[in-house]
């Protein structure tokens, strides 16, 4: 039996964003407990690597549709608990459609191979599973995460120990009901709450095989250096600085409606938020017109519960001061906001409630153009053509995603070609097609890739055959 050294038994707080009361209070993994969930996932993996691989699907599958059954108090949980509205908040039709869409790719990665063999000699290719899976998850899309963390890892014959962000830990209580529910067989899935000192440790216990983490460049740096020495496999999900180039013949009309989602949806938290526009000159000030009047018509800021409300408050009223302290350096350096925040009555200061913002007149030196910021707020730069614009998406050290908008589809594409990220769109944004890999083009966003047939792939490794008949 393995047994595991916890170096944080201390409780913790969720504070609600939405009110600043205590929405919950709950107790880290102790040492006793961390270590009967390795065991019983050290004891369990043999078995489900080996189970049939439609078994395997079906036993997953039941416990989708269990966990579904929650879906109600899921959406609830993450209002309050990180401040989406609650008429967003329901992310299970995007967890069943991926999980049925993932079964497919799952049996192609399972699929043995046949290599070219000769008169004695046969060769096959032969995909095994890694092993256990310690899958870290963010709290900004707290249950559409699982598809990739949870469900594709158990489809291809891992085991899972799940740990949730501290903010939206509540979620995990979900997916060990969900579990019960459907009868899984003990071990290969179990979420916990850990520390962060303890889940370091955990990884550096050797026991891990791979380690997904969908969170913040910050939070990968941790997980993978607590790993050095251990070889342990990673898929890392991690920060954005987004771009969008809107050229001179983009459809202005269909830009300013896209951008609106795709920048302040979710309260800008998402690492494929936009977070810098490009406005070629010939539409500059067209664009901003239309779009100055869009923001202030269309993002509603407001209580999550109410129906009207676009974005409600951000994680937390700490993010919300480092949202408005970024925004006042810009504007100390020259930048120009052209939304009055005066206008939204719960942005105030102390609360985790931030007023929707557009800048201009902004440029690279600043933190807001450099930075992640993962808040409600645009800044838009004008540039006078197609090769200004590229050399600007490119300067950054992040790349997740960049963005074209052009009616010309053709050099869309070619253009698109010298885009360094992850992730090229054509007249849309801020979207993680299930049916693609997803992942970062340059360190900054991560290593590895989630969704699609690549990131299927990554979740097993290869064993060949050699042999020789008699």
């Not at 963005?403 to 010298?418: F, N, P, V």
């Not at 290593?447 to 060949?464: F, H, N």
């Amino acid at each position: 039996m393995t047994s595991f050294r916890s170096r944080n038994l201390s409780n913790f707080n969720i504070i609600s964003p939405v009110d600043g009361s205590v929405y919950g209070t709950r107790n880290y993994a102790n040492q006793k407990q961390i270590s009967q969930t390795l065991n019983k996932a050290l004891k369990a993996k043999q078995e489900w690597a080996n189970t049939d691989m439609d078994t395997r699907f079906s036993i997953v599958q039941g416990w989708i549709l269990a966990f579904a059954k929650y879906q109600d108090e899921i959406a609830a949980a993450v209002t309050m608990s990180m401040g989406r509205p609650l008429w967003q908040a329901n992310e299970m039709g995007r967890v069943l459609e991926t999980a049925d869409h993932m079964i497919n790719e799952a049996r192609k990665t399972l699929a043995v191979e046949n290599a070219p063999s000769e008169d004695n000699i046969k060769r096959f290719i032969e995909p095994v599973p890694l092993g256990i899976c310690l899958s870290i998850c963010a709290w900004n899309y707290p249950v559409a995460m699982v598809a990739s963390l949870i469900t594709a890892p158990l489809y291809t014959g891992n085991v899972v120990i799940f740990k949730h962000a501290p903010q939206t830990a509540i979620i995990g209580d979900f997916i060990n009901a969900a579990a019960k529910d459907a009868g899984l067989p003990e071990g290969i899935l179990q979420a916990l709450d850990m520390s962060h000192a303890d889940t370091e440790s955990l990884i550096q216990s050797s026991n891990i095989d791979l380690v997904q983490l969908i969170g913040s460049t910050r939070g990968g740096q941790a997980v993978y250096d607590a790993g050095r020495g251990t070889f342990t496999r990673y898929g890392l999900e991690l920060g954005g600085k987004d771009p969008v180039y809107l050229r001179h013949d983009a459809n202005i009309e269909l830009a300013v409606e896209d951008l609106i989602g795709c920048s302040f949806g979710n309260a800008g938290q998402s690492c494929c938020s936009v977070e810098r526009l490009y406005v070629h000159e010939a539409i500059y000030d067209d664009f901003i017109d239309r779009f100055k009047a869009a923001v202030e018509t269309s993002v509603t800021l407001g209580h999550p519960i109410e129906e009207e409300t676009l974005i409600g408050p951000v994680v937390n009223a700490d993010a919300a001061s480092r949202i408005r302290g970024v925004i006042k350096k810009a504007c100390d350096q020259g930048a120009k906001t052209l939304i009055d925040p005066n206008n939204y009555a719960l942005a105030k200061e102390g609360t985790a409630y931030v007023a929707p913002q557009v800048l201009i007149n902004v440029d690279h030196n600043m933190s807001i153009m450099r930075d992640e910021l993962f808040g409600p707020v645009l800044p838009i730069m004008k540039v006078s053509g197609d090769q200004e614009a590229i050399t600007l998406m490119n300067d950054s050290d992040y790349g997740l995603t960049g963005a074209i908008w052009t009616a010309d589809t053709e050099l869309g594409i070619t253009l698109g070609h010298q885009i360094e990220a992850g992730t090229f769109y054509l007249n849309r944004c801020d979207h993680a097609d299930m049916h693609l890999p997803w992942g970062g083009g340059k360190k900054m966003s991560g290593i590895g890739r989630s969704y699609g047939q690549a990131g299927m792939d990554e979740l097993v490794t290869t064993k060949s055959y050699h042999i020789r008949t008699t």
